[in-house]
């Protein structure tokens, strides 16, 4: 007790300042470094995909790939801060499951979304008919389709209703 009770100039809150001065500087610097390697990584996964197949499949790997190496990152940097993770991770995932309970149509949005990327039934450029509304695809987003009526109009559809 008398440790923390020493003055601010003392030896012993010298240690405690660099102590943690190290640890902050490490954990940012992994940060830094690993957000910058994250959007690398994404877009050279999304660059081969573009060149392979479909641009809409290639703009969401990327996305998908970023936002997982940018978590990953996060819990690595508040290990290195010494923040237990575990704790963290479990929290977290409760959480997730709350949010994903309270957001179960737009979960079936993105889930429908992510269906359509991957099988594929139509691309930009097609003409189809959904939900009574038909246009060409002009961009297919994880959420929502967006159609270009014959009349000329934007039209927005979730993609659950696609």
Do not use: C
């Not at 929290?91 to 269906?115: F, M, Q």
């Amino acid at each position: 007790m008398d440790k923390l009770l020493a003055a601010p100039g003392s030896a012993f809150w010298s240690e405690v300042v660099a102590h943690w001065a190290g640890r902050i500087a490490i954990a940012a610097l992994i940060v830094a470094i690993g957000l910058w390697a994250a959007a690398r990584v994404a877009r050279l996964v999304g660059r081969a995909i573009d060149r392979h197949g479909d641009p809409t499949l290639a703009r969401f790997l990327r996305r998908v790939v970023y936002v997982a190496l940018a978590v990953l990152v996060m819990v690595v940097a508040l290990d290195a801060l010494g923040l237990p993770t575990a704790t963290l991770l479990a929290a977290l995932g409760a959480a997730g499951i709350a949010v994903g309970l309270a957001l179960r149509d737009s979960l079936a949005n993105l889930a429908a979304g992510v269906l359509l990327v991957l099988s594929r039934p139509f691309k930009v450029g097609d003409f189809i008919e959904a939900n009574g509304r038909e246009g060409t695809v002009e961009r297919i987003d994880l959420m929502q389709t967006v159609l270009v009526s014959p009349e000329n109009f934007l039209l927005v559809l979730p993609n659950g209703q696609v």
